[in-house]
């Protein structure tokens, strides 16, 4: 994986898992509010993550930052994109509310989503989000972002 840490090994997809579309979505908190980058809000994303691989809803690579969420996740059949974002956010917020005692608005309306055609592409775009947490000034290297992982296998597009 170009020597990028990942924080655990993700699972390997059945292969006609791939038929299904994969997206590079980001959403972002209202008024970029920085909350989100913490222990239990990547806990919380990472169990949500792992619960839907078996109702064909995959989180690949991801990178939480403190006031947004880039992700590459695959769709399948029967599945929308926009409920699967707004039940993460569901997710995220509970956690935010109960275990950080945060009570302001969470979320800006809508996200972010771009169906991705190539590898290229794929590779592209993660090289982007992967170095995000650099570019932003709150690491030296990326691979010492803590708010970043990969929980399954998606890349193949």
């Not at 769709?75 to 409920?83: C, E, M, P």
């Not at 169906?115 to 690491?139: A, D, F, G, M």
């Amino acid at each position: 994986m170009d020597n990028q840490i990942i924080k655990h090994i993700p699972h390997r997809l059945d292969s006609v898992f791939y038929n299904y579309p994969l997206y590079f979505v980001t959403f972002n908190t209202w008024q970029r509010a920085e909350i989100l980058a913490n222990e239990a809000v990547f806990n919380a994303f990472v169990a949500y993550g792992e619960k839907n691989v078996s109702g064909g809803r995959a989180i690949g690579r991801f990178v939480i930052m403190p006031d947004h969420v880039h992700l590459f996740v695959r769709i399948g059949q029967n599945n929308k994109l926009s409920d699967f974002i707004r039940m993460l956010r569901q997710k995220i917020t509970k956690v935010l509310r109960d275990d950080i005692g945060y009570d302001g608005t969470v979320w800006q309306p809508g996200f972010f989503d771009h169906l991705l055609r190539s590898s290229e592409s794929y590779s592209e775009k993660w090289q982007y989000v992967y170095e995000n947490p650099v570019r932003k000034k709150l690491v030296q290297r990326s691979d010492n972002w803590p708010w970043q992982g990969e929980i399954v296998c998606v890349d193949r597009v």
